[in-house]
Structure formats: C-alpha cells, structure tokens
C-alpha cells in the first residue's frame, strides 16, 4: 500500500482526503512560479492539500498566503497541512467559493493548479471530477476572480495541459492580460510538451519561454528538473 502523505524537505502533505493528490507537475509550478522581495500577499485558488501555499511560504518569509478551497475535506486537509508545518503563521484557509470570495485588498500573486478538463468524460468519484473538471470553475470564471484580486503590478501563476493553453491565451488576451513567460513542462526529450505554466499580468511584458524535461529515464531526473526540485523534495533526486 502507497503512503497516504508526501514528505517534502520542510512539511509534510497528507493527501488521504484530497480527490488529487502531490503531482510532480503541481511541484515544478510551485518551484517555478516567480516570488520576489516584492511579493507580500498571495493567493492560492484550489488550494487543495495546501501545497502550492506551503511551497511559496519556504520561498518567502515576509508572505501572507490565502488558500482558497472549495471542498471542505481537502480544506480541512490543507489546514492541518499547513497547521503542521513551520509555515502555519504565513498561510489562512479558506474554504469557500472564488466567486465569491472577497479580500481587504488585491494580491500581488495569485497561484492556481485549476480543474483540467473541459470536454472530457466525468469519472465515478464526485471529489476527483470536481478537482479534475472544470464543473465548478470555469476558465471564465477563473480568469475573472484572478482580474478582480490581482493588484494592477501583480502576476498570476497558472498550470494547464497543452492542449487547452491555446484557449486560455486566447482568453487571456481578451482581457487585456500579457504573458510575462511560459515553461513548457516535457516527461521526456523529444516528446513534446503536455503541461504549460504560465505567468502573466496586467503590465506589458515581452514573453520568455523555456522548457523543462523532467526525466531522463524512469525514475530518473534530469539535471534542469533536479536544480528546480531538490530544494523541495526531501529524498535525494537520481
């Protein structure tokens, strides 16, 4: 039997509640994602386990996180998560709905690992396709919680398969986003890219692109994916 948690170098995610689980791509975005001296309040949509927030909170010490979860088991989850962790003072659980949710005053980061799936066929378990799908929240709906609550200086962080990328820049530059860079997240050389994060924001940005190749081999990292990861994963990356 699996381990219900995933042991990072500093906390711990159990994940029995949460529909989705660690992913090595939801890891690269949490690594990737800029936070800079600049950065003070951030936002984390679909908090799920609470993993994104914990990742930006060992990045940066003088952040205030907001986790926003729709589901109550995995924000109860996230909250002992976060509770257990050294980060418990930078982070707040929500749980509630992004629509409707409302702040004193807007963020300089939002981060989201958003539902996946738009056109696909919804599964037997209610907690994985409400994480999964985009049943709950829209790409529409998204990008409007995101322009609501990112301060006007700001940028926003987003994981998405390759195939819908095209759509939400499509979406994006419908309102009057710029993309500041994108990482094209590779399994292996030669195979093209099934994950993209991207940073964008209400400024004028010219667009830098990389791309990451993760594996090797089976089980075995590539140096770009081991200088992004090992100050996170607690076991030694090969």
């Known amino acids: 039997m699996s381990n219900t948690y995933f042991q990072f170098r500093q906390f ?3 994940q029995d509640r949460c529909a989705m689980k660690v992913s090595t791509d939801a890891c690269i975005q949490g690594a990737y994602t800029p936070v800079t001296k600049m950065t003070r309040r951030v936002l984390d949509i679909g908090a799920g386990t609470g993993l994104l927030s914990l ?4 990045r940066a010490s003088n952040v205030t996180i907001d986790a926003v979860e729709l589901d109550a088991d995995a924000a109860i989850q996230a909250k002992e998560n976060i509770g257990n962790s050294p980060f418990a003072l930078s982070v707040s659980v929500v749980q509630g709905n992004i629509n409707t949710y409302t702040a004193s005053s807007g963020y ?3 981060i989201c690992n958003p539902p996946f799936f738009t ?3 919804l599964g037997d378990t209610a907690g994985r ?4 799908h985009s049943i709950t929240l829209t790409f529409v709906e998204l990008l409007t919680a995101i322009k609501r609550l990112l301060n006007s200086d700001g940028h926003a962080s987003v994981l998405l398969p390759a195939l819908q990328q095209q759509q939400w820049e499509s979406l ?3 309102n009057d986003f710029y993309i500041h860079s994108r990482l094209f997240i590779k399994p292996y050389a030669g195979q093209a890219a099934n994950r993209v994060v991207s ?3 209400l400024q004028d940005i ?3 692109d990389t791309e990451l190749v993760i594996y090797r081999s089976p089980n075995s990292y590539t140096d770009a994916a081991i200088q992004l990861l090992s100050p996170f994963y607690a076991k030694e990356m090969k």
Do not use: Y
């Not at 990742?55 to 060992?58: D, L, P």
């Open 12 to 14: 711990t995610i159990e």
């Open 55 to 58: 990742m930006v909170a060992q």
């Open 108 to 110: 300089d980061l939002i």
């Open 119 to 121: 056109n696909s066929l």
């Open 129 to 132: 396709n409400m994480a999964r």
């Open 172 to 174: 994006l530059e419908e």
């Open 199 to 201: 940073i964008f924001g």
């Open 206 to 208: 010219p667009c830098t």
